[in-house]
Nanobody, 120 residues
Framework: QVQLVESGGGLVQPGGSLRLSCAAS????????MGWYRQAPGKQRELVAG???????NYADSVKGRFSISRDNAKNTVYLQMNSLKPEDTAVYYC??????????????WGQGTQVTVSS
C-alpha cells in the first residue's frame, strides 16, 4: 500500500495560479504512472494530467498550455502547476498512482483530495 497526501489547494481568483503537491509514502518510481484527477460537483472524476515513470506526460484538452505536471523522484512527490485558472477548474483534485498487476490489470491508489476553488 501507499499513502498519497495532497496539499496546495485553496481559493484563487480567475487568472491566478496554484501549485498542488502529492507526497507519497514510498518510492514513486515503482508506479507506472502518477497523475492528477479532478471531480467537480455533479460530474464524473476526470483525468487532468499524467506523468509516466518514463515517457511523455499527457493532459486533458481543457488544461493544455495552462497546467504542467512534474515529478521529483528523490522526494517521492508529484506536482501540478496550475496557471491562468478559470472558474471551471473548480473541483476536488486527487492524486493518483497506478500499479501494474498480472494479466494487464491496473490498480489505482488515491489520495484524499484537495479542494481548488476559482472565484472572484
Amino acid at each position: 500500500q501507499v499513502q498519497l497526501v495532497e496539499s496546495g489547494g485553496g481559493l484563487v481568483q480567475p487568472g491566478g495560479s496554484l501549485r498542488l503537491s502529492c507526497a507519497a509514502s514510498r518510492s514513486i518510481v515503482s508506479f507506472n504512472t502518477m497523475g492528477w484527477y479532478r471531480q467537480a460537483p455533479g460530474k464524473q472524476r476526470e483525468l487532468v494530467a499524467g506523468i509516466p515513470t518514463t515517457g511523455t506526460s499527457n493532459y486533458a484538452d481543457s488544461v493544455k498550455g495552462r497546467f504542467s505536471i512534474s515529478r521529483d523522484n528523490a522526494k517521492n512527490t508529484v506536482y501540478l502547476q496550475m496557471n491562468s485558472l478559470k472558474p471551471e477548474d473548480t473541483a476536488v483534485y486527487y492524486c493518483n498512482a497506478q500499479t501494474s498487476l498480472p494479466f494487464g490489470l491496473i490498480y489505482d491508489h488515491w489520495g484524499q483530495g484537495t479542494q481548488v476553488t476559482v472565484s472572484s
